[in-house]
């Protein structure tokens, strides 16, 4: 099977309280298969890592005016979806806000129909959760982000 390669930023979204935002998405390929993701995308042709932060960020809850903070990780995801295969450079930009009221955008893009909700989640939500949230690590980012502030080089995750 061929594999996509692709580059993304994902947003690590932070609120006064600590929580940070995900969102809840499926794939239509594998039905009631559901996670949650940070906000983010893949970075376009020409777009630094910061630009694509920016554009995701308005795109999918329709917020721009954040404290942006540096790049605290980075990683490969592998995965499938709507059965094409992935390889993807991902690397998460931290952000805070106050504004704790957002939304999914009705964009016409056809992944924003994929995505179903909006949260912000605590550190011990998330560990407690039994649902999927992707990347495997990133209780523990947040946590050190929350309790060391970001690190001096992005982590590995």
Known sequence: MVVEHRRAVRVLLLDPDGRVLLLH???????GTTWWITPGGGIEPGESPAEAARRELAEEIGLTDVDWGPLVAYGTAEFSFRGREYRQEQWFRLARTTRTAVSLVEGGADEHALLLAVRWWTVGELRATGETVHPRGLVELVARVLTEGPPERPVRL
Do not use: H, I, L
């Not at 998405?25 to 039905?31: L, M, R």
């Open 25 to 31: 998405g499926t794939d239509p390929a594998e039905p």
